[in-house]
């Protein structure tokens, strides 16, 4: 069986399939194989409908995609505007405490009040937990207001030395920190005349008087390195020691008696203090020198102070090895001695890196931040001597 032909083709399209040039007798165009026609339909996937082609994109259209692109990413990119402001306002509280300075106050009261329950273990109340919580909180209080006051009154000087700081660093107002330090101050006020009586409160606003008076014009006694050193050395030793110590015995019943480990640690950190008052110039030479703040490390160099600061803390530490040996009913010997002298080797070492290094300035914040480690070390080991 034959198969089936195929009907012949027309020897002519159909007229309503011809191109308008060829119904009007035109020749014709042929298009360049460079330059192809643009499809009426645009290729899918297979098994798909085809697409008809995209209009190009306007401007305002491009405008759009790339501000709905940059809102995806900053979604996906990190907190909310909310959250970020709070954290960036937490740090810059934070920095504005000096942290290093809180440490110190918070070990030294921690260390005394623990002293003062050691010597009298059979009058411990549980209820006097929350009322030495409230003395740190007041004296943290103390502490901020100290320190802030000192970087209101010291902005361009700050930009210089310590940059880092969050009004020198734009990330704190003015404004806000007057804020602040009013805050604390009232609250530390606050907190010790309802908690603490009237001779620790007269102490607590002694030393926020000598921390006003050392940054406030037209005093501002920091420009006078004897009357400086003698304000740090008698909020940081003297008040914070005697104050805290007197405190936790009123509070336990007790009148108030001198206990040689008390006498030697208030003794002890008063000469500290006095050290710290002098090293801590020595990374802000720069800047004092180009705003006329006399201190000892503008005056008589780096290297002297140095070196002058190290000898007073050798000093110190020969002094508390000695009376350990002079005092044995009174200090464990054997806890004392090998401490003092352990300290005493890394300060000397640290000394000699300092030498090593040439007083560059990270070599001298590294000394600084190393001599503030022995301070907090010394409260650390206060209760056990």
Known sequence: MAPLASPPLPSRAPAFLAAPALRSGRPPRLLSPSRSAPPLVSSG????FPRAPRAPCTAACERRRDT????????????????KTLSDLKDSCWRFLRPHTIRGTALGSIALVARALIENSHLINWWLVFKAFYGLVALICGNGYIVGINQIYDVAIDKVNKPYLPIAAGDLSVQSAWLLVVLFAIAGFSIVVSNFGTFITSLYCLGLFLGT???VPP???????VAAFLIIATVRGFLLNFGVYYATRAALGLTFQWSSPVAFITCFVTLFALVIAITKDLPDVEGDRKYQISTLATKLGVRNI??????LLVAN????????????QAFRRTVMVPVHVALAAGLIFQTWVLEQAKYTKDAISQYYRFIWNLFYAEYIFFPLI
């Open 45 to 48: 996937p297979a098994g798909c």
């Open 68 to 83: 709905v692109r940059t809102f995806s990413q900053a979604d996906a990119a990190g907190p909310a505007p909310l959250s």
């Open 213 to 215: 008076i050392y940054s």
């Open 219 to 225: 005093f501002r006694l920091k420009r006078y390195p």
């Open 306 to 311: 140095a070196f002058l600061g190290s000898g």
């Open 317 to 328: 530490y020969i002094a508390a090895i000695v009376v350990a040996f002079l005092m044995p």
